[in-house]
């Protein structure tokens, strides 16, 4: 068609074009962006989900600041494009909410591929443009659609099977316990590693999904399956391949009988002791088609787990990162000693050649003897010990499988000539929750410890999380999980996580209410220490507070007042005073009786509060009278006139009746004074708390307005201290403030002392979640401008996008950079910093002067002077405020 009105060789149909063309893009720098980060369950583009009703999150950015979504439109459909929400139309829906949102549309078939897609209006009614299609894969519904049988007998299963036509979609469902390894036409499935996580196995097994489709060939196939022992201690192996094929047809290939097994090069294998391999058993091609397995035998049809199978649904255990040796040492002929230069869990990467036979030993350890020998002593029975037998073909790479130790240092024997660095690389191994949050500051003792909580953390997430990761231990020790709760959710993605450990706390409930030591139930008792089994009402608490999780509550409810009425059902004269650890590891012992009475008041709060947000007044009324009960039983039983202080007078007694203000107002002053006398002046800046004390004294001490303190406390390194681990070469916590390093109970990677984690954001960094809008909907920056800190900066990744504290300063002068996502909320509180004559401004712009708000920057909503600082609302954006006066 001729153009109209060519101007050489161009249209004014061109310029139109282009004119709306740029228009828009213009029009979307301006206005709403398109939603991202869309998330399902927690999850990016999750595979399997087995919740029916599940819930989407998206995060939004605009170019102006102050916005907030106003209403949203949610497409799900059976096709890739989405172009129509068949399965869901939400339409225009008024709501600020961009997390939580669940899912009203027909309902979801299992074993299907979805896909979704969001856009959003802002407060100026502006639509953005759709967000990118993300995908939603649900997962078995129903317990009858597990065709298959267990198998199992010896380690290695495979099976063949026909590909005949184009596959559409292909998916395998697997649980092989305790750890399997799926191979598919000779490539491993997937980057999980010591899957699947574990669980209650008589309550729950789960199982994970996996798109097959670009492992599968046209014709012949082969699936083989390793297994390994894991904490199941047996193996097992049911799976289900299901293919969907041009056409219409549908293939399901279940484990039964007609599977093949065969023991395979993994001689013994054991999550403590470690793992054998001898390459000489390797039977090539065995995961691959044409293999002739006329040497294999049927697979035995065996007993699985007695439990219900649900999809795993968190992230899954991966290799996170790989650890080149700083060093290798030689200390006794043919010994060789590497040093990772980093505590971590996981396993060695070994590279060698040699004559076939030849046995490499390595064995780990976390310390070295002053000889430069491991030191394997606080390993207890854990053997930590890894064999590989040469198949003398070349260069041999290998690393293991169903085990992970707990390490720095790696020994190698059996070493066929001299090794060098090349011969090692650590493999960090944990739960790949993504990292979340970042604080530093001008302290560097502080960062240190940043870094040693971190690292700690991680490679204390196995599924559940740990104690520790080295030795005969790693159990979900309950006390630990809830000291370092807080910490985790700061640094870390633990929604998914944590949603599958209040299930498995679920999963080991009892008729009568009780809960365990740990999750699940190995070591110590049932009933739960009552320090301990606060972990399942605070981790559900924190799942609202963190991320607005209010279908853990719903879910919870029932058991946590069984849990609730179990401790009530222990008390005497209105207190639980039964306990098992108390203030664990403390340097100055606290009676346990007034740890668990605190936490039975505690338990009995959060159940209130758990009731109000879920609506029963009934409820929260009968356990707010309950609550007063224990309050007043409380300071009966624990306050001594003569000292003014709880108990033995403690810190952890005094810091106690402190934080949940159980001390009545004629009390505290002196149960403070007492606290604070002790800490600055009787033990010179040293906390003398165990794992318990230490997390609520930090907190009591920024509550009344003694961060300075809680500062020295913090960047000391001297015994007692974070520091001081440092000092001693600590790469990750400690269990122990002392340094140690016999059989005795001395793990050096324990996070559980990590609670200072969370004081770091929320007191020096300023982040602070607001209990008035859960998920960070209202958020409270008030950074404390501690002794010469001179800056310290924060960023947590909430679900509703970064919120970030920055400060720096001056004699007379503070600045603050303050990110916070669209459709929040903050108070950013600034101290005077005994100046007179305060300017606030943002940018260039005054938004305080003569005492004054003064109106007018975008976003900021309002100041005032309050309790000795300006206190400023703003809505969302970044910001860039100076404080500066005379
Ligand atoms: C664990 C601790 C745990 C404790 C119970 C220890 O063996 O390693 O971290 O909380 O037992 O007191």
């Known amino acids: 068609m001729a153009s109209l ?129 993300a995908r939603i894969d649900t997962g078995l519904f129903d317990p009858g659609e597990w065709r298959g049988r267990w198998i199992g007998g010896a380690n290695q299963l495979r099976k063949e099977f026909a590909v005949d036509g184009e596959v559409l979609r292909a998916r395998a469902y697997i649980c092989g316990l305790g750890y399997y390894e799926l191979r598919v036409n000779g490539r491993k499935v997937g980057a999980n590693v010591l899957d699947p996580a574990w669980t209650t196995y008589d309550k729950r097994a789960l199982y994970v999904t996996y798109d097959l489709a670009p492992y599968l060939k046209p014709g012949a196939n082969a699936v083989g399956v390793m297994l390994g022992d894991g904490w199941f201690k047996k193996k097992a192996l049911l799976a289900q391949i299901h293919l969907e094929m041009a056409g219409g047809k549908k293939v399901v290939i279940a484990t039964d009988s007609s599977w093949k097994m065969k023991d395979g090069p993994v001689t013994s294998d054991s999550i403590y002791n470690g793992e054998t391999y001898d390459a000489r058993l390797e039977t090539r091609g065995w995961d691959a088609p044409g293999f002739k397995d006329a040497g294999w035998k049927a697979a035995q049809v ?48 070994l590279r060698v050649s040699g004559p076939r036979g030849t046995a490499v030993r390595l064995r780990f350890a976390e310390l070295l003897y002053p000889n430069g020998m491991i030191n394997q002593e606080n390993l207890r029975s854990a053997r930590a010990e890894d064999v590989y037998i040469l198949k003398g073909e070349g260069e041999e790479v290998w690393e293991p499988r169903f085990t992970y130790h707990g390490f720095r240092f790696v020994e190698v024997t059996g070493f066929p000539g001299v090794p060098t660095l090349e011969t090692l690389r650590g493999r960090v191994v944990h739960s790949a929750v993504k990292p979340s949050g970042s604080f530093a500051c001008s302290n560097p003792v502080l ?133 098992y650890y108390g203030d ?93 006398e002790s ?100 958020v409270r920056l008030e950074p404390q401008l501690v002794r010469d800190l001179a800056y310290a900066a924060g960023s947590v990744d909430t679900l509703r996008g970064q919120v970030l504290c920055s400060w720096k300063r001056s004699a007379k002068c503070v600045t603050l950079e303050a990110v916070i996502p669209v459709g929040s909320e903050a108070e950013i509180v600034l101290p005077k910093l005994n100046l007179r004559n305060i300017v606030v401004k943002e940018g260039e712009t005054v938004v305080w002067k003569d005492g004054k708000f003064v109106p007018g920057a975008s976003g900021i909503l309002d100041a005032v002077d309050k309790d000795g600082a300006i206190r400023i609302k703003a809505g969302s954006g970044r910001f860039v405020l100076e404080l500066s006066g005379e």
């Open 5 to 133: 009105f060519p101007v050489r060789g161009f249209s004014i149909l061109g310029f139109l074009l282009i004119f709306l063309f740029l228009a828009r893009t213009t029009s979307a720098q301006n206005g709403p962006s398109a939603p991202v980060g869309l998330r399902c369950e927690y999850l990016t583009d999750p595979l399997g989900v087995d919740v029916r009703a599940p819930r989407f999150f998206w995060t939004l950015d605009h170019a102006s600041r102050g916005q907030s979504q106003t209403a949203f439109q949610v497409l799900v459909s059976t096709s890739p494009d989405c172009a129509k929400g068949e399965m869901w139309d939400s339409g225009k829906a008024v709501s600020a909410e961009t997390t939580q949102v669940v899912y009203r549309g027909k309902p979801l078939d299992s074993d299907t591929s979805y896909f979704w897609k969001v856009r959003w209006w802002d407060k100026d009614g502006q639509a953005s443009p759709y967000s990118t299609v």
């Open 302 to 349: 065996v007993d699985g787990p007695k439990g219900v199978l649900s999809a795993q649904l968190m992230p899954p255990i991966r290799v996170t990162d790989t650890l080149v040796p700083n060093k290798m040492m030689n200390p006794a002929p043919g010994v060789y000693v590497f040093d990772m230069g980093q505590n971590a869990s996981g396993w060695a990467r």
């Open 447 to 579: 960062n240190a410890i940043q870094r040693i909580v971190t690292w700690g953390q991680k490679t204390n997430l196995h599924g559940i999380p740990t104690d520790c990761n080295q030795r005969d231990e790693r159990m979900g020790w309950m006390g630990d999980a809830q000291g370092t709760a807080e910490e985790a959710l700061m640094n870390f993605d633990m929604a998914a996580f944590y949603t599958n450990f209040l299930r498995d706390i679920l999963d080991v409930q009892d008729e009568k209410g009780q809960i365990t030591d740990t999750v699940p139930h190995v070591w110590g008792s049932r009933p739960a220490d009552p320090a301990w089994g606060t972990a399942y009402p605070l981790i559900a608490w924190y799942m609202y507070q963190y991320y607005g999780d209010r279908r853990v509550l719903e879910d919870h409810y029932a058991a946590l007042k069984k849990y609730v009425e179990f401790l009530r059902s222990r008390a005497v004269d209105g207190l639980v005073t039964y306990s």
């Open 584 to 676: 664990w590891v403390a340097v100055e012992k606290t009676p346990g009786s007034i740890v668990s009475s605190f936490y039975y008041y505690y338990d009995v709060k959060i159940l209130i509060d758990v009731a109000r947000a879920l609506g029963n007044k009934e409820d929260a009324a009968d356990y707010g009278k309950l609550a007063e009960e224990i309050k007043a039983a409380f300071h009966r039983a624990y306050f001594d006139s003569k000292t003014g202080g709880y108990a033995n007078n403690t810190q952890t007694a005094n810091a106690l009746a402190l934080f949940l203000e159980l001390a009545p107002k004629e009390a505290r002053g002196s149960a403070w004074q007492n606290l604070f």
């Open 679 to 778: 800490l600055a002046y009787g033990h010179n800046s040293h906390l003398m708390t165990g794992i318990i004390g230490t997390k609520y004294l930090m907190e009591v001490l920024t509550r009344f307005g003694h961060s300075d303190l809680a500062y020295d406390i913090a960047a000391q390194t001297t015994y007692p201290s974070w520091g001081y681990m440092i000092e001693n070469g600590a790469t990750t916590l400690w269990e122990l403030w002392q340094k140690r390093e016999g059989p005795s109970m001395n793990s050096h990677n324990h996070p559980m002392f990590g609670s200072v984690g969370s004081w770091f954001y929320k007191a020096l960094a300023g982040i602070n979640p607001d209990p008035e809008g859960v998920g960070f909907r209202k």
